[in-house]
């Protein structure tokens, strides 16, 4: 990609997503939305987050010639598997039920160990992030952030899986942050800083 970006298509559905991707990306660039053109999203059989990202961007990017930006992202809980991971979005199901999403993932992890809440859950938020015109991938980087799950879901900003993630180093989970505070450290603000240099 020799020349910069100046249109440029974001592939998501996810209102949550969509708007934390617009404010990453600089104001002189032209944005449209898949909620736009009313796509659905393809069917996203890779094995991998960045798999999934370059699925959705490809598709989206040959329904509209141009060039797409799409994410695929989630979250790995150690303790099970590094489950839900690349089927995060799909265990809050065809509505997008997070509560429910959130109540399996408390169930699963009482099924595992009846102690858990007083334990260290390790999890992480990890976000692909690919760039394709057409048929061609032509960047995809990988952003992640380290932390734990909390005991019960707590705040409501974020969205998602937000409210039981604490990072590293903080006692409040994405959920109970203040937009901006969240927003510079997680997984997303991490994959598009490897990826600015093309805006």
């Not at 798999?51 to 010639?65: G, L, M, R, V």
């Not at 799909?90 to 099924?111: S, Y």
């Not at 595992?112 to 007083?118: A, G, I, S, V, Y």
Request: with cysteine.
């Amino acid at each position: 990609m020799k020349k910069k970006i100046k249109k440029l298509l974001i592939g998501t559905n996810n209102e949550g997503k969509l708007r934390e991707i617009k404010n990453l990306i600089p104001k002189n660039i032209q944005i449209f939305s898949t909620l736009d053109f009313k796509f659905r999203s393809p069917r996203e059989n890779g094995k991998t987050f960045e798999q999934n990202s370059i699925i959705k961007s490809k598709y989206f990017s040959k329904k509209t010639n141009l060039i797409c930006l799409a994410d695929d992202s989630g979250l790995e809980i150690d303790i099970l598997d590094k489950k839900p991971g690349i089927h995060s979005a799909r265990w809050a199901g065809k509505n997008k039920d997070f509560k429910a999403a959130i109540n399996k993932v408390f169930k699963k992890l009482t099924a595992k160990d009846k102690n858990w809440k007083q334990k260290q859950i390790k999890a992480r938020f990890i976000c692909a992030l690919s760039i394709s015109y057409l048929n061609k991938n032509l960047v995809s980087v990988i952003g992640k952030v380290e932390g734990k799950i909390s005991n019960k879901a707590m705040g409501k900003n974020g969205f998602g899986y937000d409210p039981i993630f604490i990072p590293n180093n903080e006692k409040k989970t994405f959920g109970q942050m203040p937009f901006l505070k969240k927003y510079r450290m997680d997984h997303r603000f991490k994959a598009f800083k490897k990826i600015k240099k093309f805006f």
